[in-house]
């Protein structure tokens, strides 16, 4: 049975509002919690499964996991995470005024939806209400750190009102995610010259042909931009190019076939979109810190 995490372990006086920084290398456990999780990804790279889906998460990543619901992080590498956890009770009577709030609307409704996927068929991506996650902008990423890091230190230093500050703080942070929830999926159907219209394409195209040669032209054909305007749109949202994206999400498939599977390391490479072995060991190696017969012997033992 999957392990189950209750706010106790986590907070022993006070509300039901803690930040609890994490970081993750390798597999975590599939889990679930009595309370309400929002995780923003600081830095790295992981595999989440949730509700049967499979997402490639990376830095800037923002979403929720609802009380009772099962997930657990595949093949993590250096992956730096927030974990914002909460009661709905502390929101006292703002829950129901949050509740109907973009965003907010799915994650306090009491129907467990599909979890967040950043890779899933442009299909699933025309209605928004079915995702849960933001990709937080550039300039916005210093504000959620600062917010979270506020939160954390209200618990820490325990000064006078700190228990109402720490309900005060959770309801501005949660206007502040239905806020970039709204700017990034408040339409219905993303459209064609829609900005993360573009980045979705790249992602959703990756996820089908990672498994063979992948070109900026490819990229640049699927949403329909040059080259190079196609780049900076993608590095402006992701905060890398797309091949460096590419690179990653081979990479972290690869751990999981590795970690799962007993195919050689020469079919993992095959399948992960590399022609040549040495160059996947040199790679795997150079992004997971061990060559891929090592870490899947370490995965074993561990």
Request: aromatic share 10%.
């Amino acid at each position: 049975m999957p392990d189950v995490f209750h706010h106790e372990s986590f907070m022993s006086d006070g509300p039901v509002v803690a930040i609890v920084p994490a970081e993750h290398n390798g597999r975590m456990r599939t889990h679930s919690h009595e309370f309400y999780e929002i995780v923003y990804v600081v830095d790295g790279f992981t595999l989440h499964s949730a509700g049967g889906t499979i997402t490639l998460l990376v830095a800037g990543d923002l979403f929720f996991v609802k009380p009772g619901e099962e997930h657990s992080y595949i093949n993590a590498y250096q992956t730096k995470l927030y974990n914002l956890i909460f009661s709905a009770s502390e929101l006292g009577n703002l829950r129901r005024e949050l509740a109907a709030l973009p965003g907010l609307d799915e994650m306090f409704s009491p129907t467990v939806v599909q979890a967040p996927a950043a890779v899933q068929g442009a299909s699933d991506r025309s209605e928004a209400k079915n995702t849960r996650l933001i990709h937080v902008p550039m300039n916005e990423r210093r504000s959620i750190e600062s917010a979270l890091r506020e939160m954390a230190e209200e618990r820490e230093a325990k000064k006078t009102g700190w228990e109402i500050a720490l309900r005060v703080r959770l309801a501005s942070f949660l206007l502040k995610y239905s806020r970039m929830y709204a700017e990034q999926w408040d339409s219905r159907v993303i459209s064609a010259d829609d900005y993360y219209g573009y980045v979705y394409k790249i992602l959703c195209y990756v996820d089908t042909h990672y498994s063979g040669n992948i070109s900026m032209n490819d990229l640049s054909a699927v949403t329909g931009l040059s080259p190079d305007y196609m780049a900076r749109k993608f590095k402006s949202a992701l905060h890398m190019t797309p091949s460096e994206y590419v690179r990653k999400f081979r990479i972290a498939r690869a751990m999981e076939l590795l970690c799962t599977t007993d195919l050689s390391v020469a079919e993992v490479a095959r399948r992960t979109g590399f022609s040549d072995v040495s160059l996947f060991s040199r790679v795997f190696k150079q992004a997971v810190g061990l060559p891929p017969a090592s870490y899947r012997k370490n995965a074993a033992e561990s």
